[in-house]
């Protein structure tokens, strides 16, 4: 392998498979980066068992391709190499024993290689009939709704968002099993069988942040076991969670005793100046008291002191609610709304509370209320 | 205690004191602000025995002072509340059962009180002579020497910066007894007695933070246990370093047999990349070898691979030079330097390396060579 290339676009693809590459020191061959140089251009792939991340630099960005052939390279240094390099055209050569010479003018690193053939063979074959998203409506399922995945790996099913598909539409749905978030999306097309999955928030994050241009697509190509996305020059393979995702169409009621409107900047503000009085070991609890017009939230930290905020409000009828709920959660759910208004809507004191945007988002928050008697 | 005051305003003295508000938890006390309201205005103080910090609110700053008084409050609680209020009339009243009542239109919040007569008394008055530096020159020293004290507390005297005054003469030092960072400044006026203090390099690094205009003066006032800092409408006190602090003066050799310059990018880059290939563990290691018109810097990990880097330099005479240092201890004395060139200067690769910009500036830095062999 040898080839000539400008720093800067090395570094670009770099910054993609860098995230492919295991933290992990327990597998040196996950800690790789394979180079695959051939007349077309260069691959660029890594992987860790869990997500694989594959980029293509074309030939007409590489400044020359001069004998093609693979290497694997050790991810991390020949990261840290090429973003410390000047912005210069940068020399890559395979050298004897199987080294690699990485040089410009006045440095040149060698690099000892791993052996190809150590390399897991990754399977990125296209499958016949990808959904197709725009790059901010995925970015926008992810920030709506990862937060309200678990964190714990007592349930690993909760720990991922579960997408639905059922002919064109598509409910993306992460829950703790305290609060839940949903975001329901129509596709373009029908899909032939119904969808369900569940994608690791961790790796859709990962994903989302490689996102460059808010209008280009993405491609899912789903399987039983992994989903491949495929968007501009990057191919990015993510494992699948194992298990049923649990039933949660008939947590969320479709009709409501008790409908408050507010502002959304008020009732955070409110909300976080009234989580100051209250304690993370109680989860954060705070009381609510809706009357006519207004609504009182309150908390107290005994040996402390205590806190009252007011907010004006309207209700569609003349019933009240007092209930009790953790400010942090209801902050993680208001802040997903992209309105200037907020619904809250209530049955009793014990179900759960719905929050949702005054525009027609497709966007559902729940949560679970807290009991303090 | 009764008074308005603009968010704002309020706000800006609690990002002052709160730096005196001790983390820890141990003397419930030391985590308080107290606040005395005086027909002149309102002084704030907090003290976390190490350091205490005091500032003043002018009167005319106050929409309106209708009770004076003391009281002392919980520093972190107090410090969030009047954090997350909107920027409007804050009205602060001490209430029925020593609590403290903060309120606007929608928001109130009681805060319990602690006893007035429980927080330390801190004697913050002044020396005759201060010594009056311009606040940016301060910032300078701690920016030059504070990386070099240590902060180990093994030999507490050295995880300060020791200002050492003779006549119109100071010194300022810092070091680890690997490296030294040494700055001279000229004063405006000659001391009466010879002063020798060594101040904790992190209470220096709270006070040049505080600092808000370059041009501004800052008056040391030094005392035997004791420094306090006046500025702005500031008062710091800091505790001093007991014990002698070593005698470094023999250290710095006044000739030189080789003496190199360079570009202080260039070597600063080369030893950047060259680190990538070093271990933590062996001190960041770096080889570095002079030629005619050239340095080649270089190191290796046996198991990763090598590196070599080329910077051109200027040398005065034949002499040439084979030394090996550590490169995080030289990019952060090369950190320090303003100018374009620097000069590297050698007696043995046993013997301290002196690094100095091309510019009079004052400062010297120190590093001890590595033994390699």
């Given at each position: 392998?040898?080839?000539?290339?400008?720093?800067?676009?090395?570094?670009?693809?770099?910054n993609y498979v860098i995230k492919g590459v295991s933290n992990k020191n327990l597998i040196p061959i996950l800690n790789c980066i394979k180079f695959e140089l051939t007349n077309e251009g260069l691959y660029l792939t890594s992987t860790d068992n869990d997500i694989a991340i594959k980029t293509f630099i074309d030939k007409k960005d590489i400044e020359s391709i001069d004998v093609t052939g693979e290497i694997v390279i050790s991810g991390r240094y020949i990261f840290d190499i090429i973003r410390k390099l000047p912005n210069t055209i940068i020399n890559i050569e395979e050298v004897v024993d199987s080294r690699l010479y990485i040089y410009t003018e006045k440095s040149s690193f060698y690099l000892n290689c791993n052996l190809v053939s150590d390399f897991p063979s990754i399977d990125l074959s296209d499958h016949k009939s990808p959904i197709i998203l725009d790059q901010k409506?995925?970015?926008?399922?992810?920030?709506?709704?990862?937060?309200?995945?678990?964190t714990q790996e007592t349930r690993p099913i909760l720990t991922g968002i579960n997408f639905k598909i059922t002919e064109d539409k598509m409910e993306c749905t992460a829950t703790d099993s305290y609060r839940l978030a949903k975001k329901e999306?129509?596709?373009?097309?029908?899909?032939?069988?119904?969808i369900n999955v569940t994608i690791p928030t961790k790796n859709l994050g990962e994903l989302v942040k490689m996102f460059i241009n808010d209008e280009d697509k993405v491609y899912l190509h789903i399987f039983n076991n992994k989903i491949i996305f495929k968007f501009n020059n990057i191919i990015m393979l993510s494992s699948l969670i194992n298990g049923t995702y649990p039933d949660t169409s008939k947590l969320i009621p479709n009709q409501f005793k008790i409908m408050i409107q507010t502002n959304l900047n008020d009732i955070y503000n409110a909300i976080d100046r009234a989580s100051l009085l209250t304690n993370e070991t109680e989860k954060n609890t705070i009381r609510f008291e809706s009357y006519k017009d207004e609504v009182i939230i309150s908390s107290n930290i005994p040996e402390i002191g205590n806190v009252e905020e007011k907010i004006s409000i309207k209700k569609q009828d003349e019933h009240d609610i007092k209930i009790s709920f953790s400010s942090k959660y209801m902050m993680d759910a208001?802040?997903?709304?992209?309105?200037?208004?907020?619904?809250?809507?209530?049955n009793s004191e014990i179900t759960p509370i719905i929050i949702k945007g005054s525009s027609n988002d497709q966007l559902t928050q729940l949560i679970l209320p807290i009991k303090t008697y």
């Open positions: 392998m040898k080839l000539k290339i400008k720093q800067n676009i090395l570094m670009e693809h770099l409506v995925l970015k926008m399922i992810y920030n709506q709704t990862s937060f309200a995945s678990s999306i129509l596709l373009n097309t029908k899909v032939e069988e119904d208001l802040k997903t709304l992209e309105s200037e208004e907020v619904h809250l809507l209530f």
